[in-house]
């Protein structure tokens, strides 16, 4: 019997994961301003998700944008983070930090046990790490039961066999969760030539905004920006389809 592959659907919003759930996500991976890769969401948005939802629910604890390495006032915000996320009922919690010279964080061992006895997944900080069999293996010592990456490239094909080096090495110590571009259009062919568990995605559609009026002359964010009257949220039936590719 196939073994089923499970779906994580990562948002922006309560909204969007409840979407996913309808299209058969597994879990979510609840963030805020995924423009910059995702950054810690509100408390508001953790404690309402964890009411609506029935499937398993992640959070990122990341502070900024930028790189992953950061200061001591920047680590105690992560922690507390950690703590307030696990408080507020989330299943699991999403961190990744590096060192200057590009291996894991020895602080994380701390995050762990502050995120415990929740589940830690190691975000795509992993795909700017120096050495990513290195950081596997300290990964795994640490006692972390997830990593997401793309194989270091910035789809998951472009790193398919980087992916699938790393499920051979990771074995049943630690799970890979395979990431970057993936729809249902291709998922079923990564799958098969990673042997990855689990896959994470987006299931994006545009949503039209329902303002009448529309001043166009002003703009919220920087030059590199997405459209003001128009924005990403998931897809149900984009999840359903990913789901039915999976079956």
Do not use: W
């Not at 779906?7 to 996913?20: K, M, R």
């Not at 992640?58 to 696990?86: M, T």
């Amino acid at each position: 019997m196939k073994k089923k592959t499970l779906i994580e659907v990562c948002v922006d919003s309560v909204e969007s994961a409840l979407a996913a759930e309808d299209g058969g996500a597994d879990r979510v991976e609840l963030c805020d301003n995924l423009l910059e890769g995702g950054t810690t969401p509100s408390y508001a948005a953790i404690e309402l998700a964890r009411k609506r939802l029935k499937i398993g629910l992640q959070v990122i604890v990341r502070p900024r944008g930028g790189d992953f390495l950061y200061s001591p006032l920047e680590f105690e915000i992560i922690k507390r983070d950690v703590e307030i996320a696990r408080d507020l009922g989330a299943d699991g919690i999403v961190i990744g930090m590096l060192a200057a010279n590009g291996a894991i964080d020895r602080r994380t061992a701390e995050l762990i046990e502050a995120a415990r006895p929740l589940a830690v997944t190691f975000h795509r900080a992993f795909d700017v790490s120096r050495d990513p069999c290195a950081s596997l293996r300290q990964l795994i010592d640490l006692g972390v039961e997830r990593v997401l990456t793309s194989g270091q490239e910035a789809t998951a094909f472009e790193g398919i066999d980087l992916i699938a080096e790393l499920v051979e090495l990771a074995g049943t110590r630690i799970t890979i969760i395979g990431c970057g571009g993936l729809t249902a259009r291709n998922v079923g062919k990564f799958v098969a030539a990673t042997g990855v568990s689990e896959v994470h995605l987006t299931g994006f559609e545009s949503r039209e905004s329902r303002m009448r009026f529309r001043n166009r002359r002003v703009y919220m964010g920087g030059a590199l920006r997405p459209a003001e009257f128009s924005r990403l949220v998931t897809s149900s039936e984009t999840v359903s389809q990913v789901r039915k590719e999976l079956q």
